[in-house]
């Protein structure tokens, strides 16, 4: 009896320390390994965009007929076909789609975006490059027609994050507040944590608040010497605000 409860102490024992120890072996679980022919096409890409910016610096324009962007649009779309459904094709397909968008050629980026379907993975690259083609053009009517379709018929939640925010950017380009705000305002509700909602709250923050005519938002921060600054300090006076990033 007494040898049947030490058996039982024991096991109960053991399985204590498994429960404890189950966390720390979750947590040193090797991450998945990285896809390799994604990380070869990410690198192709990388290579094709410098040898585009090595073009560029000797004085041309993206407009040429020589323009790499026209070579790896085609390469790209190509092992796009012979590899259907893996994510190094969706990758393959935003950045093809994006080498179009700086070559000009708009209405063969529409054609081939016009044929991926709605549950296309490269749909999150390629509706940020559609706003992007249209900034370039000053012409919005098929971003916001094609962004719009996407929004509200994927069923990816993070695309359709994607395509609304990029909705918006172009109706804010194309001088449409209403309609930019709604789409951002949609962003914010529908996907709450993501990280194109904290944009889209940026985005709105901008336009009601730091418009042409605007006073600017009052803030206070520790000056070059270390004592206090405050913008409020300067009223009354000429201030220039220069906001400015590292890159």
Request: aromatic share 8%; glycine share 6%.
């Amino acid at each position: 009896m007494k040898s049947r409860n030490l058996l039982s102490f024991v096991a109960g024992c053991a399985l204590v320390l498994a429960l404890l120890a189950a966390p720390a072996l979750a947590q040193e679980q090797p991450k998945p390994p990285a896809d390799p022919e994604l990380e070869r096409l990410k690198k192709l890409t990388q290579d094709a965009w410098a040898e585009a910016d090595r073009f560029l610096k000797d004085g041309k324009r993206e407009s040429d007929a020589d323009y790499p962007g026209r070579k790896w649009a085609a390469t790209l779309w190509q092992y796009r076909a012979e590899n259907p459904g893996t994510p190094a094709a969706a990758h393959a397909t935003g950045e093809a789609l994006h080498f179009l968008a700086h070559a000009g050629l708009r209405d063969e980026l529409a054609i081939k975006a016009d044929s991926l379907k709605v549950d296309d993975p490269a749909w999150r690259r390629v509706a940020g490059v559609l706003m992007e083609s249209a900034e370039r053009g000053k012409d919005y009517a098929y971003a916001i027609r094609k962004l719009t379709w996407l929004a509200d018929n994927t069923p990816d939640s993070k695309t359709q994050a994607q395509a609304r925010f990029s909705l918006g950017q172009a109706y804010l380009k194309k001088g449409d507040n209403d309609l930019a705000r709604t789409a951002f305002r949609k962003v914010i509700a529908d996907h709450p944590a993501s990280a194109v909602a904290k944009e889209a709250e940026g985005n709105l923050y901008e336009m009601e608040a730091l418009n042409v005519g605007q006073p600017a938002p009052q803030f206070a921060f520790k000056g070059a010497g270390g004592g206090p600054v405050s913008l409020s300090s300067y009223k009354g006076k000429v201030v220039l605000l220069n906001f400015w990033a590292s890159w």
